[in-house]
């Protein structure tokens, strides 16, 4: 079941550094669309892809937004457990952008596998550490 192809509001809204909460708990966004997303927030201002427009985790052609800011700079909490299509590439692709301080004001971190390597490596790492949880 295809999903409309989000607007350039709503993926403005998505990447806006003013966004502080994403929450895709309890959809089938898989590791494609967790992959568009980490790939989203290493993006330079101006070349920002839309996040995946069905829910098999096809994804959309590329839209772009520019705010003059890195892309969710100023996500706090990112929920995505209860996601059961989202496995290790997805994880890994996150992990490499938590790594690289891509998301600068992330805190809360929500996901079903906990105990990700690579995912409790990078958010331990960071000056101020990420909790995972699980909501």
């Known amino acids: 079941m295809a999903l409309p192809r989000p607007s350039a509001a709503d993926v403005h809204l998505l990447t806006s550094p003013r966004a502080q909460i ?5 959809n089938q966004i898989g590791d494609v669309g967790l992959i568009s997303l980490a790939s ?3 993006a330079p201002p101006a070349v920002v892809s839309s996040p995946t427009s069905t829910i098999s985790g096809s994804l959309s052609s590329p839209m772009s937004c520019s705010s003059g800011h890195p892309p969710l700079s100023r996500l706090r909490t990112l929920g995505l457990d209860y996601n059961p299509r989202v496995g ?19 805190r809360n971190l929500y ?15 960071r000056r101020e550490p990420i909790e995972l949880s699980s909501w």
């Open 22 to 26: 994403f929450d895709v708990r309890s």
């Open 111 to 125: 996901v079903d596998d906990r105990e990700h390597e690579g995912l409790v490596a990078a958010c331990a790492g």
């Open 40 to 42: 989203a927030a290493l």
């Open 88 to 106: 290790d590439p997805g994880l890994q692709a996150l992990a490499k952008t938590v790594g690289l301080r891509a998301l600068p004001s992330l």
